[in-house]
């Protein structure tokens, strides 16, 4: 056995608090993202080494036409810039300026194997959604996942729940990997702060806020005043509890759920109050919620604005990720070609 090829022994040097984790370009940032993920990052990027990219790649499993994608990813990174997200302190850039990711999920490939890739549940709900089109990028999805978030050996990957199925896939590949060539990579895993994930709920009394169905309960940050207004006073309500100090119905509960990320104490305490004693007058507190809501959301929309005006600053910040993210790469690939053996001279 060649001296490249020999296994490297257990790593204790490996980094183990790198956070990493993608945004999908397709739809438009919304009131779910902010307080489901968003915020998180925000804080994340104060306390750790983070890279945040936005999946332009992984959007072509599903979006191939690609007309748009241009102005989808301007606006996304722009709506995070404008809820927060700072490319001075994180490393905010797009999947495809970084080459080496091909390069990483041709080698993860070889690793994963068909049996699995057909089993996720993922893969199965957009092979059912979309026949005509169950290409092998979709197939292999989680794949280029696991390449993203390995190529900065991150093991930090604040996600959702329905991510959990991916990154179990993704330590299996890193174990695989770690185990056939060396141990280069940390296990990824999903990482949140301990209080509980926020759900936002949709504003039509069901479910929660999501960005696949562009209809009147998902409150976007690109809505105007009006839009705001209008779909707030369309949440389903009643004529009001009969009784004093009843149980509050779903769709009431998340109304007070909505209120409490942008509403003040007092505001909260009043309806509250007003609810228990029957006196509760839904227009009154969805009006209040609408102009809590706006105050909260029109500053940003504003932001969002301004920096898609300035076309040089996104591309300088597109620029400056995809550096900080390349080197970060470099680094990464140099070990992997030498773990693997893929280094002639
Ligand atoms: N699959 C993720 C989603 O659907 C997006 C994503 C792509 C991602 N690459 C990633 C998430 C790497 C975390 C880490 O939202």
Same mark, same amino acid.
Not at 59 to 65: F, G, V
């Given at each position: ?80 810039? /404008? ?245 970060? /790469? ?16």
């Amino acid at each position: 056995m060649s001296e490249q090829h020999k296994k490297v022994e257990k790593n204790p040097n490996l980094p183990s608090n790198i956070v990493m984790s993608g945004i999908r370009p397709t739809g438009m940032v919304h009131l779910g993202n902010y307080f489901g993920a968003i915020r998180n990052y925000v804080r994340m990027q104060d306390e750790f080494e983070c890279y945040f990219m936005i999946a332009d790649l992984h959007s072509l499993t599903t979006h191939p036409d690609t007309k748009t994608l241009k102005d989808n990813v301007r606006r996304v990174l722009a709506e995070n810039i /404008a809820c927060g997200l700072d490319p001075e302190k994180a490393t905010f850039y797009c999947q495809s300026h970084i080459y080496e990711t091909g390069e990483l999920y041709l080698y993860l490939n070889m690793l994963a194997y068909k049996g699995e890739l057909e089993k996720t549940v993922t893969f199965k709900d957009k092979a059912r959604q979309h026949p005509e089109n169950v290409n092998a990028g979709l197939l292999t999805y989680p794949v280029l996942q696991t390449a993203d978030i390995i190529m900065h050996r991150a093991s930090h990957v604040p996600v959702g729940k329905d991510q959990e199925q991916h990154l179990e896939m993704a330590r299996n590949f890193v174990v695989r990997f770690n185990h056939r060539y060396g141990e280069i990579f940390p296990e990824p895993h999903a990482f949140n702060y301990n209080e509980q994930l926020i759900k936002v709920p949709g504003l039509d009394g069901s479910g929660k806020m999501s960005k696949s169905e562009n209809n009147m309960s998902t409150l976007y940050f690109a809505d105007d005043d009006d839009t705001i207004r209008k779909k707030v006073m369309k949440a389903k309500t009643d004529s009001g509890p009969t009784e004093k100090n009843a149980v509050m119905p779903d769709y009431i509960e998340n109304i007070f759920m909505l209120m409490k990320l942008v509403c003040s104490e007092d505001v909260i305490k009043k309806y509250e109050t007003d609810f228990n004693e029957c006196t509760i007058r839904y227009g009154d507190l969805k009006k209040q919620l609408a102009e809590d809501m706006i105050s909260f959301m029109a500053p940003i929309r504003q932001k969002t604005d301004d920096i898609l005006a300035n076309d040089a600053y996104l591309v300088e910040v597109m620029k400056k990720g995809a550096q900080k993210a390349n080197e970060s /790469a470099a680094k990464t690939m140099k070990l992997v070609r030498e773990a693997m053996g893929l280094n002639y001279f």
